[in-house]
T-cell receptor, first 109, second 114 residues
Framework: QKEVEQNSGPLSVPEGAIASLNCTYS??????FFWYRQYSGKSPELIMF????GDKEDGRFTAQLNKASQYVSLLIRDSQPSDSATYLC?????????FGKGNQVVVIP | EAEVAQSPRYKITEKSQAVAFWCDPI?????LYWYRQILGQGPELLVQ????????DSQLPKDRFSAERLKGVDSTLKIQPAELGDSAMYLC????????????FGPGTRLLVL
């Protein structure tokens, strides 16, 4: 079992809709969770981090963490064409950050 | 805004040649990371430095890869000899500390081995 799993394929959403991304992790002792956005050919850039169970909102982005179920999700409200990118889930445990393979989001104008 | 600097941005080399990548972290960031990202995958940690000391190089292929951060500031990652399978994006990141700290990535070096 991979440390961080992002299994869903490319996600196509109409402009203005909500994009929902999910991520599960295997290390129950993990303490901090991050979402990075990566445009094609570019490096990852941090969108949000979350440490505690529940929701954390930042602008159009909401991160949700459920440690009991070992999943973290990202919601993008009012999706814009500029949100078209790959979203990487990253989980820190044992002082190492483990990344999922990412989910591609395509926002259709 | 402070950024992580990397050079070169692109490198094409032939297999069996040596290549080197350079990284300058955000000023004041004690922790520096080198990652490798293969197309379609997430970044994988190669080596982590705390100041000038290596704290994790368990995933670094030490027969051909080496990394140093002699003065605890900038860092160099070397591959010798390069193999076809080394073609990837090499990312450098830095953070203020180790625990719970957000990592900020540089622009990366895209390596193509022919």
């Amino acid at each position: 079992q991979k440390e961080v799993e992002q299994n869903s394929g490319p996600l196509s959403v109409p402009e203005g809709a909500i994009a929902s991304l999910n991520c599960t992790y295997s290390d129950r002792g993990s303490q901090s969770f991050f979402w990075y956005r990566q445009y094609s050919g570019k490096s990852p850039e941090l969108i949000m981090f979350i440490y505690s169970n529940g929701d954390k909102e930042d602008g159009r982005f909401t991160a949700q963490l459920n440690k009991a179920s070992q999943y973290v999700s990202l919601l993008i409200r009012d999706s814009q064409p500029s949100d078209s990118a790959t979203y990487l889930c990253a989980v820190r445990g044992n002082n190492r950050l483990a990344f999922g393979k990412g989910n591609q989001v395509v926002v259709i104008p | 805004e402070a950024e992580v600097a990397q050079s070169p941005r692109y490198k094409i080399t032939e297999k069996s040649q040596a290549v080197a990548f350079w990284c300058d972290p955000i000023s004041g960031h004690a922790t520096l990371y080198w990652y490798r990202q293969i197309l379609g995958q997430g970044p994988e940690l190669l080596v982590q430095f705390q100041d000038e000391s290596v704290v994790d190089d368990s995933q670094l292929p030490k027969d051909r890869f080496s990394a140093e951060r002699l003065k605890g500031v900038d860092s160099t990652l070397k591959i010798q000899p390069a193999e076809l399978g080394d073609s990837a994006m090499y990312l450098c990141a830095s953070s203020f500390g180790q625990a719970q700290e957000t990592q900020y990535f540089g622009p990366g070096t895209r390596l193509l081995v022919l």
